[in-house]
C-alpha cells in the first residue's frame, strides 16, 4: 500500500477510507500486514482523484459515477446522465420558491425554442434556473434568453466532444465521456476566467489608474 | 430580523451568522430586540447567497469579495482579481509534484503563444494547469493545444461579456463584473452538460439501446 501511495501520490489514510467506502477494490492479499496492488488501481486512484479534485464530487457521487462506468448495460448517453446527476446540482429538498418555479418554466421553453430535446428532470435544468433566479434577485431582470450566447458556445463545444469519444471500446468510451465532461468544464471555466482577465485589462484598468491618481 | 428573514428567503440563524462574521452589517436599532433592516440589507443578503449557492464560495472568500467591492480605490481589472482569487484553487500548500510543474510551464507558454497577456500568479493558470495533469494521469497524453477551441469560445465570451459592463456607475460596475462572472460561469456549464446530452443522445443514446437488446 505503501508504494501504491508513492505511485498514485494518494495518502495511505485515504487509500484506507476509500477501500472502507468501496471506490477501490482490495489488492490481493500476500502476507498479513501486505496486499498487491496492479496498475488497474493506480488508474482506479486517479480517476478518483480527479472527479474530487477537479469535478468537485463526493464520496457518494463518487461511487455512483464508477459504478455506472462498470456496468456493461448502461449506454454512453445513459452514463453521461448518471455523471451529470452526480454533478448536480442535488434534487429539491424545501418547497420551491415561486420565482424558482417559474424561471425553471422559461428555462424549459428556453431550451424547447433551441430546438434541444433533454429529458424534463435533468439536474443542469434547475442549475439554469437558479442562475436566472440569482440575476433577478439581484435587480437584473433578464429573460432566459441573456444565455443564448452561452448556449451557442456550449452547442458548438458539445458537438465536438461528442466526436471525438471514441466508439470502439466501451471502456476507453465511458472513462473518456466521463473524463471529458468533468475536465474539460474545468479548463473551460479556468480560460473564461483568464480571458475576462485579459480583456478587462484592455478595457478597465486604465481607468482604475486614472482614479487612483484622481484620489492622490 | 423575521421580516429580514422572510423577504430575503435566508434563515434567522443564517442571518445572524452573516452578521457575526461580518457579512452584513447590523441593522439600525428600534428597540431591546428590534433592529431595523433596509433594502441594502436584503440586496447584501442576496448577493452573499450568490456567490455561496452560485458561485460555491466560502464564508472567508465571499468577504474578499465584499470588501473589495466596497473598496473605491480598485479599478474593475484589481476587483476581478479578487474575485477570481476567492473561486481559487487556493495556494499551493505542499511541495508541488513534478507533473504539475512541467504542465504549468506548458500553459504558461499556451497562454502566450495565444497571445494573452495575464499576471503570472492568476489562479485560473494552476486550475489549467490541474486539468491537463488530470488528463495526463488517466493515460490521455495531450498537449496544453487540446484547450484551444475552449480558449476560443471563452475569448469570445469575454469579449462580449467585458462590453456589457456599464462603466458609469461604480456600484452597478463592480457588482455587475462579480456577478456576472459567478452567474454567467454556472450558466454556461449548465449548458454545456445540457447540450453534451442533446449530442449524446443523438450519437449514442440508440447505440446503447443495441447493445441492451444484443444482451437479453
Chains 1, 2 share one sequence.
Do not use: C
Not at 468501496?22 to 498479513?32: A, D, V, Y
Not at 452526480?86 to 428556453?110: H, I, K, S, W
Not at 465532461?181 to 485579459?198: D, G, H, N, P, Y
Amino acid at each position: 500500500m505503501a508504494a501504491l501511495s508513492t505511485t498514485s501520490g494518494v495518502s495511505v489514510p485515504t487509500i484506507k477510507y476509500y477501500l472502507r467506502e468501496g471506490l477501490l477494490e482490495p489488492g490481493t492479499p500476500t502476507g498479513p500486514n501486505q496486499a498487491d496492488y496492479r496498475d488497474d488501481h493506480v488508474h482506479r486512484l486517479r480517476l478518483i482523484r480527479a472527479l474530487m479534485d477537479v469535478g468537485g464530487l463526493g464520496v457518494g457521487a463518487v461511487r455512483a459515477v464508477l459504478d455506472a462506468i462498470a456496468d456493461p448495460e448502461l449506454s454512453l448517453h445513459d452514463l453521461l446522465g448518471v455523471a451529470h446527476q452526480a454533478l448536480g446540482p442535488p434534487p429539491d429538498r424545501e418547497p420551491v420558491p415561486d420565482d424558482v418555479v417559474r424561471a425553471r418554466g422559461e428555462v424549459d421553453a428556453f431550451l424547447e425554442d433551441l430546438g434541444w430535446e433533454i429529458d424534463g428532470s435533468h439536474p443542469a435544468r434547475r442549475a439554469l434556473a437558479d442562475a436566472l433566479v440569482a440575476l433577478r434577485r439581484l435587480g437584473r431582470d433578464h429573460p432566459a434568453q441573456v444565455f443564448e450566447p452561452y448556449a451557442e458556445v456550449a452547442d458548438h463545444l458539445a458537438a465536438r466532444e461528442l466526436q471525438t469519444i471514441p466508439s470502439e471500446s466501451r471502456g476507453e468510451a465511458v472513462e473518456g465521456a466521463v473524463v471529458g465532461t468533468v475536465v474539460f468544464e474545468a479548463a473551460l471555466v479556468a480560460l473564461r476566467r483568464l480571458a475576462q482577465v485579459r480583456h478587462s485589462a484592455a478595457r478597465f484598468a486604465a481607468a482604475g489608474d486614472e482614479r487612483r491618481r484622481q484620489f492622490q
